[in-house]
Structures are given as C-alpha cells and as structure tokens.
C-alpha cells in the first residue's frame, strides 16, 4: 500500500493559517483518492476534505468550506490542505488517506480509505 506522511502542524492563534502536506513514497498521487481527517480528543473521527483521483474534483466538509482547500501537486507527489482563518475548534490530529478503489467523487467518510499516515497535530488557541 501507499505511505503517506504527513507534516506541517503546529500551534497557532484563533485566525491564523497553517498548509499540511501529505508526502507519498514508491507510489505515484494520482492512483489514489486522497482524503483528509482529524480527530480530537474525545470525539470521533471526522472527514474534512478530499481529492478525487479522476477528475481532481474536491469535496470539503461544511464545517471548513470556504477556509480549508484541498490540492495535489502531482509532481512533487504531494496533496496539501490549507487551512486559514483558524479556530479553536479546529484543534485535532489531521491525518492523510488514500484508496485507490474508489470512482467519482471521492467521500469523506472513513471506510473506503485503506492507507493512513501517522498523523500530525494542529492546535489552535490564544
């Protein structure tokens, strides 16, 4: 399966940007659907946005439209998440996943997400 490794968290104030990047190895970005998750402590896994690997078309949850874009770089094998305009309530671990099965639109939900990066953390507060 793909490795993937995510980077770039960190701790920020309320309004503030961080870019998560998500690394493969040995496998080439645009095999796969490219999904990104957190979880906080306490809760339950969530899906915050995706790359679909056919048409490159982008799902993004509610909670993050318009704050968080999810793109690819498929030179550099590399998908990123921007995030701006940060809030506390956005403080979780966010992870990178990819599924090489999937067909059309790509799905923030979980299930069909097969490879998982090890996580990095994302803290926002004052």
């Known amino acids: 399966q793909v490795q993937l490794v995510e980077s770039g968290g960190g701790l920020v104030q309320p309004g503030g940007s961080l870019r998560l990047s998500c690394a493969t190895s040995?496998?080439?970005?645009?095999?796969?659907?490219i999904g990104w998750f957190r979880q906080a402590p306490g809760k339950e896994r969530e899906g915050v946005a995706c790359s679909s690997r056919n048409d490159r078309s982008t799902n993004h949850a509610d909670s993050v439209k318009g704050r968080f874009t999810i793109s690819r770089d498929t030179a550099k094998n590399t998908v990123f998440l921007q995030m701006n305009s940060l809030k506390p309530e956005d403080t979780a671990v966010y992870y990178c996943?990819?599924?090489?099965?999937?067909?059309?639109?790509?799905?923030?939900?979980?299930?069909?997400?097969?490879?998982w990066g090890q996580g990095t953390q994302v803290t926002v507060s004052s």
């Open positions: 996943a990819a599924d090489l099965r999937q067909f059309g639109l790509c799905v923030l939900s979980s299930g069909p997400y097969s490879s």
């Open positions: 040995r496998f080439s970005l645009d095999d796969y659907h």
